[in-house]
Nanobody, 124 residues
Framework: QVQLVESGGGLVQAGGSLRLSCVAS????????MGWVRQAPGKERAFVAA?????????YYSDSVKGRFTISRDNAKNTVYLQMNSLKPEDTAVYYC????????????????WGQGTQVSVSS
């Protein structure tokens, strides 16, 4: 199985920045996409961003974060990052790192393994 450990969440004022990290371990050889999915209180999980893992860097972002968030990877460290800039209160959610066996996974339902989540809170 794949184990995912997120870190980097916290409390930040609107307009601020945070950088999330996710370290993967275990049977990662079948993973083709690394992504981030978030869940706000009382809401369903929503796709945030994804990056290809076994090919050239191909990224995809939800419309709500496009231009503000940047996903990146470090294959040597089995780590994926999410740089979040210009944070808004509506970005407040638990952010989950996830992996998918699909080459393209731009929906939460396409992910196979999940981390424990890290809380991101943005105050106005």
């Amino acid at each position: 199985q794949v184990q995912l450990v997120e870190s980097g969440g916290g409390l930040v004022q609107a307009g601020g920045s945070l950088r999330l990290s996710c370290v993967a371990s275990g049977r990662t050889f079948s993973s083709y996409t690394m992504g981030w999915v978030r869940q706000a209180p009382g809401k369903e999980r929503a796709f945030v961003a994804a990056i290809s893992w076994k090919s050239v860097d191909i990224t995809y972002y939800s419309d709500s974060v496009k231009g503000r968030f940047t996903i990146s990877r470090d294959n040597a460290k089995n780590t994926v990052y999410l740089q979040m800039n210009s944070l808004k209160p509506e970005d407040t959610a638990v952010y989950y790192c996830a992996v998918s066996s699909r080459l393209l996974a731009d929906a939460a339902s396409w992910y196979d393994y999940w981390g424990q989540g890290t809380q991101v809170s943005v105050s106005s």
